[in-house]
């Protein structure tokens, strides 16, 4: 870690894992996908929001996130694309056609991989985690260290790591309660339009809040 420039990495450990703990938009979602789609579903959504944690930390190592940061007009156009994105998904929750959920097969790969996609778009497409990793993440890297995008790039893959730890339990429990539940075909409509719902309202919140 010294080679790196990487100092108080347990202290950066344990705010992570505070963070974690906090339910933000990333733990909404997941929750979401897991209550609505099932654990696979939660799973995969957490591995993709730690997939885009790890674009986060790319964009902070080469200097992206400070020159979007810089550029209001760049900054606004992400937000209001994000925002735009979250509530696409909830308004296509909210008008799918019902399911039998008692003959629903297990979702395909090609379904998980959209799922994973969709739960990487939604993080990086979040300003404010944008913001997080400018503000947060160098706090821990010497300013003299000669390897800080080195040393940037590391804690962000850790913090992505530690996230995909909880996020993964977070989606094995909430899919897991939602499992009896989700059997029946008429509660588990009232489940995606309650989760649709709540992707559309959190897109309005990323996209209409302040930064």
Known sequence: ???????N???????????????????????????AQGRMAGLVSALGIS?????????????LSALLQASAGAFTAIKLAGGA????????????????????????????SMIFMQALATNVLNPK????????????????????????????????LISL????????????LARGAGRNPTVRVWLERVVGASFIALGARLALGRS
Do not use: E
């Not at 010497?142 to 893959?157: C, I, N, T, Y």
């Open 1 to 7: 870690m010294d080679t790196l420039g990487i100092v």
């Open 165 to 176: 730890a909880w996020n993964g339990a977070t989606a094995l429990l909430a899919g897991t």
């Open 85 to 112: 994105y979250l509530a696409w998904l909830g308004l296509r929750m909210l008008l799918s056609r019902p399911q039998n959920a008692a003959a629903a097969p297990v979702a395909p790969a090609r379904a998980m």
């Open 51 to 63: 997939a885009g944690c790890c674009v986060h930390a790319l964009a902070l190592a080469i200097g």
């Open 9 to 35: 990495f347990g202290l950066f450990v344990a705010a992570v894992l505070l963070l974690n703990v906090t339910p933000g938009p990333d733990t909404a979602y997941i929750v979401g996908r897991s209550l």
């Open 129 to 160: 985690v944008i913001l997080f990793f400018l503000a947060f993440i160098p706090q821990f890297v010497r300013p003299d260290a000669p390897h800080k995008a080195l040393g940037f790039l590391v804690l962000g893959v850790a913090l992505a």
